[in-house]
Each structure stands twice: as structure tokens, then as C-alpha cells.
């Protein structure tokens, strides 16, 4: 301990932050002047890793949640080496790789995507959860922590609630959360927005908690020794901090804890920056240097912490010499392999929902899949992720030998946690609810997408033929959203979202195993509620047939030179069948029938294959349970699609059916009154 340097380097991470949003001219240099105290001791003395080694799996990780105090984790990794100056004196630039909120970057410490307020820390509780099941089947010397960063917006946006549930509830002792409580927002002081006790609310939900001044070092010390040694419970260090921690007005008065510090340069505000600088004891001719005491120091903490992890890896090497058939399975988890898997073999009975067939598939996943974990937002009966839990148990507190996590109603949350899981390794994380409540989980979609993580989504109760609850559990406009997602673009290069809506239970089973495949992209199985009658086989079995669902469309019924194509996906393309025996049967029309289970993988496919199944010079008639929209691009101009442009209605689906025209005699009328017009 000393107390000298300790001080240096957390005022040298504030004059950092304060250099690297004054150059951009854009950021938020209060919090991170106000969170560098504990930062500095966090990783100085407690956060294991391996610095010649950051893809190390069983380090410690470090979720930030106020993802708008990047500079915080840049400042302290360039202390660490892991940025150079020009990095952070390229803050929020072009082609940097400081960007204004933190992007998932394991080789330089960053574990995770933020920015939308609560979804940081949430993550955070996933990836215990991930390192708690994984423990659980390999050792307890498999102890490292996940420690969380948030912020007041954080704590008050409502998946906070969730999150701290859940955690509590699970009792996962091997999470450590630091609240930078200033009582300072954006644009008002906390005091103006709420009057609720933090700390009681999540000792309510079984969390150990602790007040600190989080200016002292002592103080952060004790509650991090504390919180590291808790077998119980997770912990909550609440620490009071000062808004813009050392800033000083021009006339050399100490300028702190104001609000307009928050969110710009500091400027801009009544501080000096020039004068801040100064009393920070950085060069304001040199903003961007590491002091010479801090460099020396932080070289040779990397020493000690590389010796450290080491010794780790050296207690690893000898369980693994002790366990090698667990170790093996364990390198096998960490690969992100699958094991052979026969979907072929999955057996199905006859006119099943789509949902009722995922779960025959779930229950033969749980039986051959062993990191996996599936959560459904308390509608396993419904969803039919029961499939999967019929097989195993759920997770609880002292129990993660289970691979179920009962979330409770809670989309966001889950689909977060989810995020989480699949940012720490090891684990598959599948999540279920009803289709409609997609609409809840949005945010943390988008950030699988743009983290370009695996994680399954399951949505049962696809389309309005959920029936008697009504418009507001009937999705309409939802596989317009998805759709839209996979025409977005990750950094990558690639889709965002891989989006399946399979037509009968053999696309189910070949559904998931696209899903499964799909590693580096999430993937959303779009399911039905009512029965559906299986297609028919054109080949050795429905199944290979079905394969051919893997280039994203295909056609299930075949004609030469036909006189109209339709096309569906999902439960529509059944309809679309009997629609068409009526077209030939009773009006001499050759029909072919195309089912196109992704359109955005049915784009990737070369041009020749697309007009092979969707031919340009032939009319094209889509059929849709949503939006119209749904299927509009593939018809084109001088297509038609008949779909949905309204809510639905309480009424049984079989009646629906009829009043919103979805039967093959309704749907063969369309068809008609559209060839008619071409």
C-alpha cells in the first residue's frame, strides 16, 4: 500500500478523462473523475487476469453498465497498457478504437458492449451465472468474479429490477457491483427523480450491501475484501462520490459535484481545464502523459499480475493432469463446438404447432447438449421449453447443476442475462417467451446483434391465431422488426439477426440446427401456437427435404413452367398447399410453392438460386399472418401479398381464419382476383 501512488493514479485517470473529452469536444468527464479512486484499487489489488493473456478464460471480468464513462475503462487500460496514446487521444473519432460508449473488445479488457442504461450490469449477472454453472461441474477452483460498474441511470432504469431479483435469488455470491452514487444525472441532481433507499431495496432481494466514501482508499479496500470473501450472497458497494472528483474553477476555487460536469467538457462548465489539470498534477502541454511514478508503478503491477495468474494456470494444469476426461469436456465447452448431433433422428408426430415440435427437439438438446442453458420468462408450459426442463432441473441458490433458469416475467431481463452468458463462454444461452413480448426484449436484441453473440431466442404464439386473449397477445407487426434486423448490417459485415419462421416440424427441427450452427449472430425461431399440418415430401423423407431451408427458401411444391408462385413462411406455407390443390383441381393452374424461412439468408444465396425458386418473369403471390411488409420484397413491384394491416381480435383462431380471409378457399380466391390483374 501507498498511499502516495494510490492517489497519483487515480488522479491521473481523472486527468485523462478530463484530456480525452476536452480534445473530442464530446463526452462525459464527471463520472469518470468521481469512479477513478475505485477503478485504481479494483485493479491494482483485487481484478486477477492475465495481462499477456487477456482471452484467458478464468479471469475476472469487468462489466461496466454507464457505458457513457468509457473513458474510465480506457484510462485505466492504457495504464495497463492495453491502449497507447494515440488511442486515448483519439477518443470518439474516426477508425478509433476509444469509441463514445464502450464495444466489446476482450484483448484490450473491455468485456462488453454499453451505453443503454441497466443492460451492462445485467449482462454482468449472466456471465455469474455462466461461471456459477461451470463451477458447478468442474471444480471449485474455478472461483474468478464478475464485477458490475453502475451508475443513478442504471439503478433506475426498470431491468435493474430484474436483474438485482435474480441475483439475489440465485444467491450469486461471485458478483461484486459498485453503485458510483454522486447523486448527479445528466440534468438534474438524483434528488429530483427519486427519494427511494437504494440500499434497503436490494437487501430486500438478498444482496449484501455496503456504504462507502469511495474517495477513501481504505474504505474501498475493506468492502472489496469483504465482497471477495461473501459465499452467500452478491454485493452491492454503494459508493458516494463527488461529480467531477478534482476539478477546479479558474480562480483557483474547487469547482465539484456539479451537474453540467456530467455531460460535456469540463470546459465548457464553470471549471478550468487548464487549472484542473494542474491540480490534478498532470501537464496540460502534455494532457495525455502517463506520470512518471504511475508508469513505473503499473509495469510493475503487470509483472506481478501475470506471476499471479501463473500460478493460477498452474494450479488449472495440475486439476486437469488430476481430471483429464473433465478436462477435456471443459476445452470442449470453451471451443464453441457442438457435438454430434442427429436431428434427423428426432421424431415427430403428425400436424404438430411448431412450438410443440421445438420442444421435442429442446428435449433430445438436453440430452445431448450439456452447456446449455434454456430460460423462459415464467411460460415453460406455453412456450414449450418444458421440452428441455423435463430433463433436467432448474438453477437455484447452492444448486447450478441444473440447466434451466426460471427468469419469471422479466423479457428484458432474461434476454440480457442471455447476453451475459454468451459474453462469458463456455455456455449456449437459449431464451423463450411469447412472440408478442419480443417487443419487451428489443433493446437487448439489438445488443446481441451488435455484440454479434449466439444467443437462441424462442417466440411461440407466432401470429394472430393466438386467438381468444386478443390484440394484445397477437402478433402483427413483430416479424416486420425481425425482418428488419436481418437486413442490418453488423460490424462484421453480416446480417445482425438471423431471423427463422419454419412451416412444419421437420423446418423445426432443421430451424434449430441452423440456430445452433449460427455461432457469431443471434437467432429468433418464430413458432406457432395451433397445429399444423406437416408438407408434403417430395424426396427419402420430410426432413432432407427440409434441409434445403438451410439456403434460407426453397420450394416445396414444384411444377415446370409454373403459372403463378406462391410464397409464405411459417404456418401460412400449409395454407398456401391447400390453396393450391384448389387452384389446380378446380381452375387448371400450374402452382409452385415456395417456403422462405429467412429472407435474410435466402439474399445471401447466389442470384441464380434465388430466381430458381422465386422466378422474376412468373406472377408471385405472397401470404403473410403479418404485416404485408413481411413479404414484399420478395414479389416485388408486380407481386401482391395478402397480409395483415390491422390488430387482431378475441375470437377462437379457426375463426380468425375465416374473417381475415387465412383459408386455403379464401386464399385461392386471392389469388385469382390478383392473377386477373396482370
Not at 261 to 275: E, F, M, N, S, V
Not at 349 to 356: D, I, Q, T, V
Not at 522 to 528: A, D, R
Not at 599 to 619: A, C, D, H, M, T
Request: proline residues 4%; glycine residues 10%.
Amino acid at each position: 500500500m501507498n498511499k502516495q501512488i494510490d492517489q497519483q493514479s487515480a488522479d491521473n485517470i481523472r486527468a485523462l478523462a478530463v484530456a480525452m473529452v476536452e480534445k473530442a469536444n464530446s463526452g462525459h468527464p464527471g463520472g469518470p473523475m468521481g469512479g477513478a479512486d475505485f477503478m485504481h484499487i479494483l485493479y491494482s489489488e483485487f481484478f486477477n487476469y492475465d495481462p499477456s493473456d487477456m482471452t484467458w478464460a478464468f479471469r475476472d471480468r469487468f462489466f461496466m453498465d454507464a457505458g457513457h464513462l468509457s473513458t474510465l475503462l480506457y484510462a485505466q487500460y492504457y495504464l495497463l497498457e492495453k491502449y497507447a496514446k494515440e488511442d486515448v487521444s483519439n477518443f470518439r473519432q474516426w477508425g478509433s478504437i476509444t469509441p463514445g460508449h464502450p464495444e466489446v473488445d476482450v484483448a484490450r479488457g473491455i468485456e462488453n458492449t454499453s451505453g443503454p442504461l441497466g443492460q451492462g450490469h445485467t449482462m454482468g449477472v449472466g456471465a455469474a451465472i455462466a461461471a456459477k454453472f461451470l463451477q458447478a461441474r468442474f471444480g471449485d477452483w474455478m472461483n474468478h468474479k464478475i464485477y458490475g460498474f453502475i451508475s443513478d441511470g442504471g439503478v433506475q432504469e426498470e431491468i435493474s429490477q430484474g436483474a438485482g431479483r435474480i441475483a439475489g435469488h440465485l444467491g450469486l455470491s461471485n458478483f461484486i457491483m459498485f453503485y458510483d452514487s454522486n447523486d448527479i444525472q445528466l440534468s438534474t441532481s438524483t434528488d429530483e427523480v427519486t427519494s427511494e433507499d437504494t440500499a434497503m431495496k436490494y437487501e430486500a432481494w438478498g444482496w449484501k450491501v455496503v456504504t462507502i466514501d469511495a474517495h477513501n482508499h481504505d474504505e474501498i479496500r475493506k468492502a472489496l475484501t469483504n465482497a471477495n470473501n461473501e459465499t452467500e450472497k452478491p454485493t452491492l458497494i454503494i459508493g458516494k462520490t463527488i461529480m467531477g472528483k478534482g476539478c477546479v474553477a479558474a480562480d483557483g476555487s474547487m469547482f465539484e459535484g456539479h451537474c453540467e460536469l456530467h455531460g460535456q467538457p469540463i470546459g465548457g462548465t464553470g471549471a478550468d481545464y487548464t487549472k484542473t489539470l494542474l491540480n490534478l498534477g498532470a501537464d496540460p502541454e502534455k494532457p495525455f502523459d502517463i506520470f512518471d511514478d504511475v508508469q513505473d508503478f503499473y509495469k510493475n503491477l503487470i509483472k506481478v499480475k501475470t506471476s499471479k495468474a501463473a500460478e493460477k494456470k498452474a494450479e488449472i494444469n495440475a486439476w486437469r493432469s488430476a481430471n483429464e476426461v473433465l478436462a477435456k469436456k471443459l476445452d470442449f465447452f470453451l471451443s464453441g463446438e457442438l457435438p454430434e448431433l442427429d436431428f434427423s433422428s428426432i421424431a415427430h408426430k403428425a400436424g404438430l404447432a411448431s412450438r410443440a415440435a421445438s420442444s421435442g427437439v429442446l428435449g433430445y438438446l438436453a440430452e445431448h447438449v450439456e452447456n446449455m442453458i434454456v430460460s423462459s420468462a415464467d411460460l415453460s408450459n406455453s412456450d414449450k421449453t418444458d421440452g428441455f426442463l423435463k430433463k433436467t432441473h432448474a438453477l437455484k441458490k447452492g444448486d447450478f447443476s441444473g440447466s434451466f433458469l426460471q427468469a419469471g416475467v422479466a423479457e428484458l431481463t432474461m434476454a440480457c442475462i442471455a447476453n451475459g452468458i454468451a459474453l462469458h463462454g463456455g455456455i449456449i444461452p437459449v431464451v423463450a417467451t411469447f412472440f408478442v413480448f419480443s417487443d419487451y426484449m428489443k433493446p437487448a436484441i439489438r445488443l446481441s446483434g451488435i455484440q454479434e453473440l449466439g444467443v437462441k431466442y424462442v417466440w411461440t404464439h407466432d401470429a394472430f391465431r393466438v386467438g381468444e386473449d386478443g390484440p394484445t397477445h397477437q402478433p402483427v407487426e413483430q416479424e416486420a422488426q425481425l425482418r428488419l434486423l436481418e437486413k442490418l448490417k453488423n460490424h462484421s459485415g453480416k446480417p445482425s439477426f438471423l431471423a427463422l419462421r419454419p412451416a412444419d416440424s421437420a423446418e423445426t427441427s432443421v430451424a434449430w440446427k441452423m440456430a445452433l450452427e449460427n455461432k457469431n449472430t443471434p437467432t429468433g425461431l418464430i413458432l406457432s401456437r395451433q397445429g399444423i399440418k406437416d408438407l408434403p415430401s417430395n424426396g427419402v423423407s420430410r426432413y432432407s427435404d427440409a434441409l434445403a431451408a438451410e439456403k434460407g427458401g426453397y420450394l416445396v411444391k414444384e411444377v415446370e413452367n409454373p403459372d403463378v408462385v406462391l410464397i409464405a413462411n411459417g404456418s401460412e406455407v400449409a395454407t398456401l398447399v391447400v390453396a393450391a390443390e384448389i387452384l389446380e383441381s378446380e381452375n387448371g393452374l400450374k402452382v409452385s410453392i415456395a417456403s422462405v424461412i429467412s429472407e435474410g439468408l435466402f439474399r445471401l444465396q447466389p442470384k441464380s438460386y434465388q430466381e430458381s425458386v422465386i422466378p422474376k418473369n412468373k406472377p408471385l403471390f405472397g401470404l403473410t399472418a403479418g404485416l404485408p411488409v413481411n413479404l414484399e420484397g420478395l414479389v416485388g413491384d408486380n407481386g401482391k401479398v395478402f397480409g395483415l394491416d390491422h390488430f387482431g381480435y378475441s375470437a377462437p383462431a379457426t375463426v380468425l381464419d375465416e374473417k381475415f380471409g387465412f383459408t386455403g378457399e379464401k386464399v385461392s380466391k386471392q389469388v385469382l382476383e390478383y392473377l386477373k390483374t396482370i
